[in-house]
Nanobody, 126 residues
């Protein structure tokens, strides 16, 4: 079983920055593709970014390209999301997720993921 715990959310003004962390335990973290999703108020959960096990490949949804950076530290079993130039429309609960399977695959649908953290709230004020 894989356990995921997010942290780092909070309230920030538009234009500000936050760094989210996701601590993983169980499984073989360094071999798993990891992703970030978010769920804005009253909306469906949506894909934000994904990163390969080695960290060498990253994919972003268009709305965050150039502002968000996904990264990982496999020695610490931790996934990160650096969020810069935040906008009010980035307000959401942010989740880390994984299929905990080998090989890199881009999955933008939340239904493809087996393991989720509890989420961390990010609120961007205008």
């Amino acid at each position: 079983q894989v356990q995921l715990v997010e942290s780092g959310g909070g309230l920030v003004q538009a234009g500000g920055s936050l760094r989210l962390s996701c601590a993983a335990s169980g499984g073989t973290f360094s071999r798993y593709t990891m992703s970030w999703f978010r769920q804005p108020p009253g909306k469906e959960r949506e894909f934000v970014a994904t990163i390969s096990g080695s960290g060498g490949t990253t994919i972003y949804t268009d709305s965050v390209k150039g502002r968000f950076t996904i990264s990982r530290d496999n020695a610490k079993n931790t996934l990160y999301l650096q969020m810069d130039s935040l906008k009010p429309e980035d307000t959401a609960v942010y989740y880390c997720a994984t299929r905990a399977s080998l090989g890199f695959r881009i999955d933008r649908s939340a239904s493809e993921y087996n393991y989720w953290g509890q989420g961390t709230q990010v609120t961007v004020s205008s």
